[in-house]
C-alpha cells in the first residue's frame, strides 16, 4: 500500500504503529509536501500524539542506546527521504538488535552512512557559525543547513557560551534556539526583525577579516582546496568571506 | 599603532608556524565563565591557500633579539615592529572567541629584551584570560627557549599545551642556521615541563613542537627518528612539519625555486609520521640508512608495501586489524568496517567497494575469494608502475567497457 504521512517525526511514529497494530504492509511512503504533486490515491496516516509516545516508549525499551539515538538522528536529516529505509530499520530492530550493526544490509548501510553526513556536518558547523554581539549585548546567529543540526548546535554553544545569553536562528526551518539566564529552548520563529548590532561589532568583524587575510600565505593561494574545505553554500553568513 | 595595523602585523608574523591544531584537549581546568575546549579540533574557517583556523595565532611581539637565518623576524631584518600588550590581546580573544571565530589563543612572541620579561609577559596575557574573563577555553603558549623554570612552570599551569620547536632535526643544522639556539636549550622547555607534570602525578600537559622542512640537508630518515625519539621518551603528542617557506637570503640557506616538491615532501612526512602514532609503525620499518628519503610520488604505506611484499597478497577475511590497516588504501576506517562486516559474510572485492572502501590499491595487496589478481603480477616492478600510471581518464574506460561497446558497435 502507498500512505501518505505529514512527515512529522510523531507521524512517522504513527507510520510504525499502522504497521505494527493494523497490520498494514507498506510499498511506499511519502509526506503531504512530496505527495501534493502526485494524483494517485495513497492511504493517509494520521497523527495522534497518544499512537506516537506509544511507539515512541516501545522503540525506547527495546532498542539499544546507539541504535535508538541512531533513528532520532536519522529524522533530523529532514531534506532527504529515508523513510522506507527507516521503517525497515525499526522492524528489523524489533526481530533482533544485531541486524542494525549489519552493514551489508544496504538499507541498514545507508542509514550508517547518512549518520555519518550529518555529523559531519554538525561538526563543520560547530566551526562555522558566526554570532554577532547585539544593541543588548546579546548574541545572535544565523544558519541555512542542510539538515536539521539546531538541537545540537544549540547543546554545542550552551557548554562554549556559558556566560552569554544566545540565538542561534535556523532561516529556512524558521526555529531558533534561545538561550537566556532563565532557560534554553527552541522556538518556532513566526516573523522576525533584523536586530540591530552593537557599537562594537562592526570593529570586531572588521579585525576578524584582518586576521584572515593576514595568515594566508600568498605563495601558495590555493582556492581550490578552500573552496574543498569551505563550500560557497556555507560561506553566506561567514563574515571573512563577505 | 592602531590594533588593527598591529593584528596584522603580528598575524602575519606568526603564519609560517604550523603547529597549531586544538584537537586531542579536553576540559581540564575551570574557571568558570567563558568556554570550552572540543575534543577533535574545530576548524572556524580556511585560509586561500587552505589551511584550517582554529586559533587566534599571533605573536605578542614579533621584536627579537635572536638572528635565526630562516625566520622572518630575526633581529637583523629591516621589518615594521609592534607589540600587543597582554590585555589588549586577551580583550581581542574574548571578542573573537564569543563570536565563534576561533576555538583560542595560540601564543608565541620573538624575543623582548631577554627570555624571562617575554616569559612574562606571555604569563600576563593568560591570567588576563584565565582568571579576570574565567576563559576556559584552548590556549596554545609557545614556551620561551631558556626562560626560568619557575615561569615555564606557571605558564604550563596556564596553558591547554605547550610547544617548544625544535626548527631543526639535528645539532649540526642548528648551528648552522640558528646558532644562537641549541638542542639543549629547544628540548630544555620542552623537558622541564614534562618533569613537573610528572611529578605532579596530574594528566600531563599536552606538548608539541615543529620542524622545518627543507631548510637544511637533513634527510626524511634523520627528521622520522628524532619524531619518534621524541614521541617515545613521552615528550610530545605532536610533531608539525613545516615545509622551508623562503622568507630571507643569506649563505647557509637554500635557494628554492619553487615550493611545490618541499610541500609535497612536507605531506609525505606528515603521512609518515601518521603511520608512527597510529598505525603501528616504525621509523626504520619505513626508511633505513640505505633507503633515507621517502617517495615522492607514492604514499609512504604503498611505499612501505611494495618494499614489503613477503606481508602481500593478505586475505581481508582472515587478517588481524592489524594487518589490515598495514594494506595500501585501507585506513583504520576501512579496516573497522570490513571486520563489521565479514561477521555477517565473506567479503570480496565488490563488496568493498559496496562499503565504500577504495580498492584502487588495495586490490593489487590482498586476496579476493581466495585469489590474487592477475592483471599485474607480484612484483615491485610491475606494481610499482600500475600503481603510478595515472588512473585511467577517457579513453581507457571506452576501450574497455563493455556496455560502450554494445552501445555503439564499435570496440
Ligand atoms: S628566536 Fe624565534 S622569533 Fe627570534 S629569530 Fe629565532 S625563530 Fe625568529
Known amino acids: 500500500m502507498r500512505i501518505v504521512y505529514d512527515g512529522s517525526f510523531e507521524g512517522f ?30 492511504y493517509e496516516i494520521q497523527t495522534d500524539t497518544i ?28 531534506s532527504v527521504h529515508v523513510e522506507k529505509e527507516l521503517l525497515e530499520y525499526i522492524i528489523l530492530g524489533f526481530k533482533d538488535q544485531k541486524y542494525l550493526e549489519n552493514i551489508t544490509i544496504p538499507s541498514i548501510f545507508r542509514l550508517h552512512e547518512l549518520q555519518k553526513e550529518f555529523f559531519r556536518l554538525v561538526h563543520k558547523m560547530y566551526g562555522f557559525v558566526r554570532f554577532v554581539e547585539l544593541e543588548d549585548g546579546n548574541l545572535y546567529a544565523k544558519i541555512e543547513t542542510k539538515f536539521n543540526v539546531l538541537p545540537f548546535l544549540g547543546k554545542h554553544f550552551c557548554k562554549r557560551l556559558a556566560s552569554n545569553n544566545f540565538i542561534i536562528h535556523d532561516i529556512k526551518r524558521k526555529l531558533a534556539f534561545v538561550k537566556s539566564e532563565k532557560s534554553t529552548q527552541m522556538r518556532v520563529v513566526q516573523s522576525f526583525e533584523e536586530p540591530t548590532h552593537s557599537s562594537d561589532e562592526a570593529h570586531f568583524s572588521n579585525l576578524w577579516k584582518v586576521f584572515f587575510q593576514s595568515v ?23 563574515s571573512e568571506f563577505s | 599603532m592602531k590594533t588593527f595595523e598591529k593584528l596584522s602585523i603580528l598575524a602575519d608574523s606568526a603564519k609560517y608556524d604550523v603547529s597549531c591544531s586544538s584537537s586531542g584537549s579536553d576540559e581540564r ?72 571565530y576561533i576555538e583560542g589563543l595560540f601564543l608565541s612572541s620573538g624575543i623582548i629584551k631577554n627570555e624571562d620579561y617575554t616569559m612574562e609577559l606571555l604569563i600576563t596575557c593568560l591570567k588576563i584570560l584565565r582568571y579576570e574573563y574565567g576563559f576556559d577555553g584552548y590556549v596554545h603558549l609557545k614556551l620561551i627557549p631558556g626562560s626560568s623554570k619557575e615561569l615555564i612552570d606557571i605558564a604550563c599551569s596556564l596553558a591547554s599545551r605547550v ?34 607534570s610528572l611529578k605532579k602525578s596530574k594528566k600531563p600537559i599536552l606538548m608539541s613542537t615543529q620542524m622545518i622542512i627543507g631548510a637544511s640537508d637533513d634527510s626524511d630518515f634523520d627528521i622520522l627518528k628524532t619524531a619518534s625519539i ?95 590497516i598495514r594494506i595500501p588504501g585501507i585506513g583504520i576506517k576501512g579496516a573497522f568496517k570490513i571486520l563489521k562486516a565479514r ?68 570496440i
Open chain 1, 216 to 238: 594566508a600565505i600568498k605563495e601558495r593561494e590555493n582556492k581550490k582546496l578552500q573552496q574543498n574545505f569551505v563550500p560557497l553554500l556555507y560561506r553566506k553568513y561567514m
Open chain 2, 29 to 100: 581546568i575551570k574557571y568558570g565563565g567563558i568556554g570550552a575546549t572540543h575534543n577533535s579540533g574545530i576548524c572556524h574557517t580556511f585560509t586561500s591557500d587552505g589551511r584550517c583556523v582554529s586559533l587566534l595565532k599571533v605573536l605578542l611581539s614579533n621584536s627579537c633579539i635572536y638572528d635565526c637565518s630562516y625566520c622572518i623576524n630575526r633581529v637583523s631584518n629591516d621589518r615594521k615592529r609592534a607589540s600587543f600588550s597582554p590585555r589588549e590581546l586577551a580583550k581581542l580573544t574574548i571578542e573573537f572567541y564569543k563570536r565563534n
Open chain 2, 163 to 196: 610547544s617548544s620547536n625544535i626548527e631543526l632535526p639535528s645539532s649540526k643544522s642548528l648551528k648552522l642556521l640558528a646558532p644562537q639556539k641549541s638542542k639543549e636549550t629547544v628540548l630544555g622547555p620542552l623537558i622541564i615541563a614534562r618533569d613537573l
Open chain 2, 343 to 410: 561477521r555477517y559474510k565473506t567479503l570480496n572485492l565488490e563488496d568493498l567497494a559496496k562499503l565504500k572502501i577504495s580498492t584502487k590499491k588495495a586490490k593489487y595487496f590482498i586476496l579476493d575469494r581466495g585469489k590474487y589478481q592477475k592483471e599485474v603480477p607480484l612484483y615491485k616492478e610491475n606494481l610499482q608502475l600500475a600503481l603510478l600510471s595515472p588512473s585511467p581518464k577517457l579513453i581507457q574506460p571506452l576501450l574497455f567497457d563493455e556496455n560502450y561497446a554494445a552501445l555503439s558497435g564499435e
Open chain 2, 230 to 324: 621524541l614521541y617515545e621518551k613521552a615528550l610530545l603528542k605532536r610533531v608539525y612539519y613545516s615545509a622551508y617557506v623562503h622568507v630571507n637570503v643569506g649563505a647557509n640557506l637554500p635557494i628554492i625555486p619553487q615550493s611545490t616538491p618541499l610541500l609535497r615532501r612536507e605531506n609525505r612526512l606528515y603521512q609518515a609520521d601518521w603511520l608512527l602514532r597510529f598505525y603501528g609503525f616504525k621509523y626504520d620499518e619505513l626508511l633505513d640508512t640505505q633507503q633515507q628519503n621517502l617517495d615522492l610520488n607514492l604514499d609512504p604505506k604503498t611505499f612501505w608495501a611494495l618494499n614489503h611484499l613477503e606481508h602481500f597478497p593478505i586475505d581481508i577475511n582472515k587478517a588481524s586489524k592489524e594487518q589490515l
Open chain 1, 13 to 42: 511514529l504513527c507510520v510504525v504503529y499502522a504497521v505494527y497494530y493494523k497490520k498494514i504492509r507498506i510499498q511506499e511512503i511519502f509526506t503531504h509536501s512530496s505527495f501534493s504533486l502526485l494524483s494517485f490515491d495513497a
Open chain 1, 51 to 78: 499512537q506516537a509516545k506509544k511507539v515512541l516508549n516501545t522503540l525506547h525499551a527495546r532498542f539499544e542506546k546507539t541504535h535508538y539515538e541512531r533513528i532520532t538522528h536519522i529524522f533530523l536529516c529532514d
